[in-house]
Nanobody, 131 residues
C-alpha cells in the first residue's frame, strides 16, 4: 500500500504563488514507475484533475490551470510537486496527490481527469485563495 502525504497548502492572496509537495512512502524504484497526479475538490463540487505526469515525465493539465501551474517529480526523493502561480479565487480547494498505475493513459482530459486511473489518494491539503 502506497501512502501519500501532501503538504504546502495555506491561505494566499489572489495573484500569489504556492508550491505543494507530496511524499510517497514506497521504494524509490517503484515510485519512478508510477504515473502521478494532482486533483482538487472545491466545496460543493466534484473532485477534478488538475495535472498529471507520466513515469516518463510527460505532463497534462486541466485547461483551467494551463500556463499557471506546473507539475514535476523528483524520483530520487519519492516526491511530487505542484507549483501554482497567478492563483485565482476559483483555485480554492482541497488538493489531493494521487498515484496512478504504471500503464497509465494521459490522453485527453477525460482519460485521467476524472480519477478513473487512480489507485491511491493522499489525505489532501487545503488551498484558500482570497481577494
Amino acid at each position: 500500500q502506497v501512502q501519500l502525504v501532501e503538504s504546502g497548502g495555506r491561505s494566499v492572496q489572489a495573484g500569489g504563488s504556492l508550491r505543494l509537495s507530496c511524499a510517497a512512502s514506497v521504494s524509490g524504484y517503484a515510485y519512478s514507475t508510477y504515473c502521478m497526479g494532482w486533483f482538487r475538490q472545491a466545496p460543493g463540487k466534484q473532485r477534478e484533475g488538475v495535472a498529471a505526469i507520466s513515469n516518463g515525465g510527460g505532463t497534462r493539465y486541466a485547461d483551467s490551470v494551463k500556463g499557471r501551474f506546473t507539475i514535476s517529480r523528483d524520483n530520487a526523493k519519492n516526491s511530487l510537486y505542484l507549483q501554482m502561480n497567478r492563483l485565482k479565487v476559483e483555485d480554492t480547494a482541497v488538493y489531493y496527490c494521487a498515484r496512478m498505475g504504471y500503464y497509465c493513459y494521459l490522453g485527453e482530459y477525460n482519460s485521467w481527469g476524472q480519477g478513473a486511473q487512480v489507485n491511491s489518494w493522499g489525505q489532501g491539503t487545503q488551498v484558500t485563495v482570497s481577494i
